[in-house]
């Protein structure tokens, strides 16, 4: 049977009105169709000698600025930026933009040009491929794209991964005929002069090792130019990595609900109680403040680490390690080696630091604190905070909400949006803050309604829609997948050409996240389910990965017996995404709400953020 799959960047509107007037359906919830000034944008602040802010000038940026203007971004839904030692990267629409410093070609463009004050695309490798995660270092950056890591800049330590110590002023290949041959990657992280990645659940690093921070069996304080695994018969045997964060000489995952982190320890930056070096990962301290609680998104930089950690919708910001200017965020100078609370109050849902200082978006609003000497917190000042100090909402802040924040040594990058408004989601709506980011992401816009859309927060979510949720989520800024060819090329039988999610449930099944089973049916209009949720989540977040083992002891209602989810249900727990209900079951065969579904994709955002 010939297939063709068509995945264009973006669908001509005169296309998709025809398919959905082609198509009636039991709900009405259609692909995005944003105005451009409504989209995510990505702003700066702080230090801008080398133009890292990427507002086309080279002035200091006390409070936040657009990272646009006469630039390739513009008019592109940014879903990610990462700020680096001097410059900075955004991912839009599956594509790559980058400016600031480039002496080591760390723009990737092609060139050593100085600088660029505005942000420009990264082409070469990437020019027909979907770029979705992105990480800048001091003077080297890598991405991911089409399942593939690539990297660029300076190479000194081997921190590109291609087998040379040659700088590269373009993307190249991360060697992938060794660890990690045959595996599609779906994160990475590099700081100064090492990177890692996950792929298939496991974390591979590269670069130097002088401190044991690759975490390979075996201390080899050589550069390896090449990835290694990261040492997995200890405590990290049967775990699924869901994030990685690179600092200085250390490196720090989250698994099962947990922190580990290895490599240098003289500051207490691995959290361990303790300042001990060591070369395979150990576990964070989980007493303390820490006690209890599941931890859902990780940061590393300089020689500081942060975490989000929290127990069901109750969610703060850790850090631990240096603190010699207030990175640690607990109104102190002195030094942790076991996690404080950073003080903040408030649902933490993002969280970032570097070696000056850290950030953590808190309800939808920035927060920083650290050194400040080039405005990098935001605040409209240059005055070292010990404790957090809210970003300015004036200017480009003040109608938008914070998506996601990354600090840099010199400056601070996020990204921002105004979010549309839901007539029947009121501030005080169950979920209020995770409906507004899926619908600022792009990956609802609700119902249409006058004068405002709306969202059916108590509906339960059909499989169509979930399908359509799951493509939108893992495609920023995509409209919808694209169904090629008549209704004799489907996999489901009651899956037409003409519907409105055909290419979004047909993509479930070409990424291996959904099955065609012998009944050849997928039953799009029928709600879904809690468990088909969790396994569908997981495989989306972890291509190629196996399903989970069930441990049967997580859940009242959960075991191998009772469902076939079972691993993947615990997955969803131990990666902070549920907690079940508060007897201690999960309700495997209910259907999910709308609104509680917009909280999983929110809390599973935040495992592929560093």
């Not at 359906?25 to 995510?40: G, I, N, R, V, Y």
């Not at 399942?147 to 330590?157: K, R, T, V």
């Not at 200085?248 to 959290?271: I, M, R, S």
């Not at 927060?367 to 990098?376: E, I, Q, V």
Request: overall charge negative.
């Amino acid at each position: 049977m010939l297939r063709i799959r068509v995945l264009g960047r973006i669908v001509p509107v005169a296309l998709l009105l025809g398919s959905l007037a082609a198509a009636p359906q039991a709900s009405a919830e259609f692909p995005p169709s944003t105005p451009a000034a409504a989209l995510p944008v990505a702003v700066s602040w702080g230090g801008n000698a080398a133009g890292q802010i990427g507002d086309n000038s080279l002035a200091q940026r006390l409070v936040p600025v657009l990272s646009v203007g006469g630039t390739a971004l513009d008019g592109k839904e940014v879903s990610k930026v990462s700020a680096g030692y001097s410059s900075s990267c955004a991912v839009a629409e599956g594509s790559l933009y980058c400016w600031g410093a480039n002496g080591n070609g760390q723009l990737g463009i092609g060139s050593n040009t100085s600088k660029s004050q505005i942000p420009v695309q990264v082409g070469g490798p990437f020019t027909n491929k979907f770029v979705t995660d992105v990480s800048v270092g001091s003077n080297s950056a890598c991405a991911v794209a089409d399942g593939d890591a690539y990297c660029w800049g300076s190479n000194d330590h081997g921190q590109l991964g291609d087998g040379t110590f040659t700088d590269r002023n373009s993307p190249v290949p991360v060697v992938a005929n060794g660890a990690l041959s045959g595996r599609k990657v779906s994160a990475v992280s590099t700081n100064s002069f090492h990177a890692c990645a996950i792929a298939r659940g496991a974390a591979f690093c590269w670069g130097e090792n002088a401190n044991g921070e690759l975490g390979n069996s075996g201390f080899d304080p050589g550069n390896h130019n090449f990835p290694v695994p990261v040492f997995s018969a200890g405590l990290l045997n049967g775990v699924t990595i869901n994030s990685i964060a690179t600092g200085y000489d250390h490196t720090c995952v989250t698994g099962a609900g947990h922190a580990y982190c290895w490599g240098k320890n003289d500051n207490g930056q691995l959290g361990t109680g303790d300042n001990l070096n060591t070369i395979n990962p150990r576990s964070v301290s989980s007493t303390g403040v820490m006690a209890g609680k599941s931890v859902f998104a990780l940061a590393a930089g300089g020689n500081s680490t942060c975490a989000i950690a929290g127990v069901a919708a109750t969610r703060s910001a850790y850090c631990w390690g240096d603190n010699s200017g207030g990175q640690v965020g607990d109104n102190t100078l002195t030094d942790r080696n076991s996690p404080v609370k950073v003080t903040l109050v408030g649902t933490a849902t993002a969280i970032t630091v570097d070696e000056l200082g850290g950030c953590s978006i808190v309800d939808g609003t920035a927060y920083c604190w650290g050194k400040n000497d080039n405005g990098r917190l935001g605040n409209n000042s240059t005055t070292l905070s010990k404790h957090p100090v809210k970003v300015s909402q004036a200017g480009v802040l003040g109608t938008r909400r914070e998506l996601a924040v990354s600090a840099g040594r010199s400056h601070t990058a996020a990204v921002a949006v105004t979010s549309p408004v839901f007539g029947d989601v009121g501030a005080n709506a169950s979920f209020y803050d995770d409906i507004e980011w899926v619908a600022g992401t792009g990956t609802s816009t609700g119902y249409a309604g006058s004068p405002t859309p709306t969202y059916h927060p108590l509906d339960n979510i059909e499989r169509q829609a979930m399908a359509a949720f799951l493509f939108r989520s893992a495609n920023p800024g995509v409209i919808d997948a694209h169904c090629a060819g008549d209704d004799t090329d489907r996999y489901f039988h009651d899956v037409h050409t003409g519907d409105v999610f055909c290419g979004d449930i047909e993509w479930l099944v070409d990424h291996g996240i959904a099955v065609v089973p012998p009944s050849g049916l997928f039953h799009p209009v029928d709600g879904t389910t809690r468990a088909v949720l969790a396994s569908w989540m997981f495989r989306s977040l972890h291509p190629q990965t196996s399903d989970q083992p069930c441990a049967g002891t997580v859940f009242s209602d959960v075991n191998a017996t009772k469902s076939a989810d079972c691993g993947n249900i615990e997955w969803l727990a131990g990666a902070g995404v549920t907690t079940g209900y508060p007897d201690g079951s999960f309700h495997p065969k209910d259907l999910i709400r709308r609104d509680a579904m917009a909280a999983f994709f929110h809390r599973a955002d935040a495992l592929t953020s560093h």
